[in-house]
């Protein structure tokens, strides 16, 4: 009776088949069993002259136990991937919210930096200006006195004027400088023109 043989020769192979198998490839590789087992048939009835062409497993039914020791694992298998996708999204969470802050570090410094820079821009450039305005001031007036050809006459008493603020400051010592020995030699023609002044004022006295 070829037909009992050949269910016995299935079962026998297909406990071979399953025992190189983990329980949940066992219950999730159906059509791998499939293909295998008709294998193992096929080649063990050729010498009978029957021909095997399908082989379909329709169900598998594992023992109680064993279903709820699977079922606990599998539970264990989601609890432990949902923690670990949970701990994954802190992870990336904590780099993005550092990278935030190292952006905003970065552009404050760079911000802050750039209020510096023109801060001191427009110190200088205020500076300069009114540098260039004194100097033009100074350009100016020494333009006017000397378009107006002054007289050395002129010119000393200017100095004089001078020398007064100068001696009205708060400096103990003043220094001249060596030009003044120019200016100050036509004082002798201020003193010759002032002294007719001086002697009517002392006969009038």
């Known amino acids: 009776n070829f037909q009992f043989a050949t269910l016995k ?11 190189e198998l983990e329980l949940d490839q066992t219950l999730t590789s159906r059509e791998r069993i499939n293909t295998k087992l008709r294998a193992v048939l096929d080649d063990a009835t050729d010498k009978w002259g029957v021909r095997i062409t399908r082989v379909e497993i329709k169900k598998i039914d594992p ?5 709820d020791a699977m079922s606990k694992q599998m539970k264990a298998e989601r609890t432990k991937r949902a923690a670990i996708l949970e701990a994954e999204g802190v992870k990336q969470a904590q780099i993005l919210r550092a990278e935030g802050e190292r952006n905003a570090a970065i552009l404050k410094a760079e911000g802050e930096a750039e209020a510096i ?14 540098a260039q305005g004194q100097a033009e001031a100074i350009m100016s007036v ?18 004089l ?12 010592k003043i220094f001249l400088p060596m030009e003044a020995s120019a200016i100050l ?3 002798a023609g201020i003193g010759e023109v002032l002294k007719p002044a001086s002697n009517e004022e002392e006969k009038k006295g």
């Open 185 to 187: 030699s036509s004082l």
């Open 142 to 159: 020494f333009k006017a006195i000397h378009e107006g050809a002054p007289t050395n006459d002129l010119i000393a008493i200017k100095y």
């Open 9 to 19: 020769l299935a079962q026998t192979n297909l406990r071979n088949v399953i025992g």
């Open 161 to 172: 004027d001078a020398l007064k603020e100068i001696a009205n400051g708060k400096a103990t």
């Open 117 to 130: 820079r023109k801060v001191a821009e427009a110190t200088k450039f205020r500076t300069v200006v009114e």
């Open 63 to 67: 023992p109680k136990d064993i279903t």
